[in-house]
């Protein structure tokens, strides 16, 4: 998946996060983990599309979730965990800010990862590997689904009714 695509809508709409779930929601969720905010968040629409598969026509090879808030909505709480320091770089800038973002994600890959036991132990968790995006042609089809995710939030009728601009700071990086 490719984060980081997003778009912050003008006026910001929505209630804030703090009123919405309350400030001990928020706590638990920062220390333990638990709580309302572990649920999925926001996800309006999910789109299957075939982007780069012309002899599979009706098979997708991508999806595309649009999420209906930004990470910097929940001012970094949500973060994902192998990201999160850089994460919440990220969407400092548009911290409290409404908007949505896109994610897209292959359908069909055609990196292959493995998992392997760490030791004889069988308490140790496994090494998992996903070695995404190692085969070139998953990387081409990444490529293409972002442009057309771009090109989805990026329609008119967001533009016109949501004021929504895109939120181009992973330009910068």
Same mark, same amino acid.
């Given at each position: 998946m490719?984060?980081g695509?997003?778009?912050t809508?003008?006026?910001n709409?929505?209630t804030?996060?703090?009123t919405?779930?309350?400030k001990?929601a928020?706590?638990?969720y920062?220390?333990?983990?638990s709580g309302?905010?572990t649920?999925?968040?926001g996800v309006?629409?999910?789109?299957h599309?075939? *982007?780069?598969s012309p002899?599979?026509p009706?098979?997708p090879?991508t999806?595309i979730?649009m999420?209906?808030?930004l990470?910097?909505?929940?001012?970094?709480?949500? =973060?994902?965990?192998?990201?999160?320091?850089?994460?919440?770089d990220?969407t400092?800038?548009i911290?409290?800010?409404?908007?949505?973002?896109? *994610?897209?994600t292959?359908a069909?890959?055609k990196?292959v990862?493995?998992?392997t036991?760490?030791?004889k132990?069988?308490?140790?968790p496994p090494?998992?590997?996903?070695?995404?995006? =190692?085969?070139?042609?998953?990387?081409?089809?990444?490529i293409?689904?972002s442009k057309? =995710?771009?090109?989805l939030?990026?329609?008119? *009728?967001?533009?016109s009714?949501?004021g929504a601009?895109a939120?181009?700071?992973?330009?910068?990086?």
């Amino acid at each position: 998946m490719v984060l980081g695509i997003s778009w912050t809508i003008n006026p910001n709409i929505s209630t804030p996060i703090f009123t919405r779930i309350g400030k001990r929601a928020m706590l638990d969720y920062q220390e333990r983990r638990s709580g309302p905010l572990t649920a999925p968040l926001g996800v309006c629409a999910l789109y299957h599309l075939n *982007i780069d598969s012309p002899h599979e026509p009706h098979v997708p090879d991508t999806h595309i979730a649009m999420i209906c808030m930004l990470e910097g909505q929940l001012y970094g709480l949500a =973060s994902f965990q192998p990201l999160k320091q850089s994460v919440q770089d990220y969407t400092r800038p548009i911290y409290g800010r409404d908007g949505y973002y896109m *994610i897209p994600t292959l359908a069909r890959p055609k990196s292959v990862g493995s998992i392997t036991l760490r030791s004889k132990n069988p308490f140790d968790p496994p090494i998992v590997d996903p070695n995404c995006l =190692s085969h070139p042609d998953d990387v081409e089809l990444m490529i293409k689904a972002s442009k057309a =995710s771009r090109r989805l939030g990026n329609a008119k *009728i967001f533009r016109s009714v949501l004021g929504a601009e895109a939120f181009n700071e992973f330009l910068h990086y």
